[in-house]
Nanobody, 122 residues
Framework: QVQLVESGGGLVQAGGSLRLSCAASGRTFRSYAMGWFRQAPGKEREFVAAISWDGGKTHYADSVKGRFTISRANAKNTVYLQMNSLKPEDTAVYYC???????????????WGQGTQVTVSS
């Protein structure tokens, strides 16, 4: 069992930056691939970024490539999402998730956090 708690969301102007954190409970954190997803009002949850259990492999949605960076610190049971050059279309609730494979698909993840709101003003 893994419990995930996101933090770091907030209100930022376009062009600004935010760093999201996702703290995981349990000693098996380092066994899991981790992903970040987001969901805007009236839209489906969409993939943002994913990282393998050891941090050696990362994947990004085309919409955030070059602006967002996913990383993890297994010693701290934490995964991060550094978001730069934010745009109003990045506004959404951001969720972290844990799964057994590095994947852009929501069904690949077994555990989800409650989400943190990110709002980017124009």
């Amino acid at each position: 069992q893994v419990q995930l708690v996101e933090s770091g969301g907030g209100l930022v102007q376009a062009g600004g930056s935010l760093r999201l954190s996702c703290a995981a409970s349990g000693r098996t954190f380092r066994s899991y691939a981790m992903g970040w997803f987001r969901q805007a009002p009236g839209k489906e949850r969409e993939f943002v970024a994913a990282i393998s259990w050891d941090g050696g492999k990362t994947h990004y949605a085309d919409s955030v490539k070059g602006r967002f960076t996913i990383s993890r610190a297994n010693a701290k049971n934490t995964v991060y999402l550094q978001m730069n050059s934010l745009k109003p279309e990045d506004t959404a609730v951001y969720y972290c998730a844990a799964g057994l494979v590095t994947s852009p698909q929501t069904y690949a993840y077994n555990y989800w956090g409650q989400g943190t709101q990110v709002t980017v003003s124009s």
